[in-house]
């Protein structure tokens, strides 16, 4: 497991990832600093490569790091494409 494109992200989803998938993609090694940094950021890979996992862990990742009691309200708007 690539530790350091994982070191932004919390324990849990660390672990989670490392017993689900082993290894991060070259797009999530190359992807998850900017995401996590919270920069503007394209994934331009193949088809399976984990575009889709690398920027929608960091978003599921902050979500569950959340404080409890915060106030309602949108805190991620994600748009995927259906069809490539």
Do not use: N
């Amino acid at each position: 497991m690539d530790a350091v494109a994982l070191a932004a992200f919390q324990p849990a989803t660390r672990r989670w990832f490392a017993e689900t998938f082993g290894a991060p993609t070259a797009v999530q090694v190359a992807g998850w600093p900017p995401i996590t940094d919270g920069q503007h950021t394209l994934l331009l890979a193949p088809t399976g490569s984990g575009k889709t996992l690398a920027a929608f862990l960091a978003c599921l990742d902050r979500l569950g790091a959340a404080p409890a009691g915060r106030p309602p309200g949108v805190r991620v708007v994600y748009v995927s494409p259906l069809k490539a």
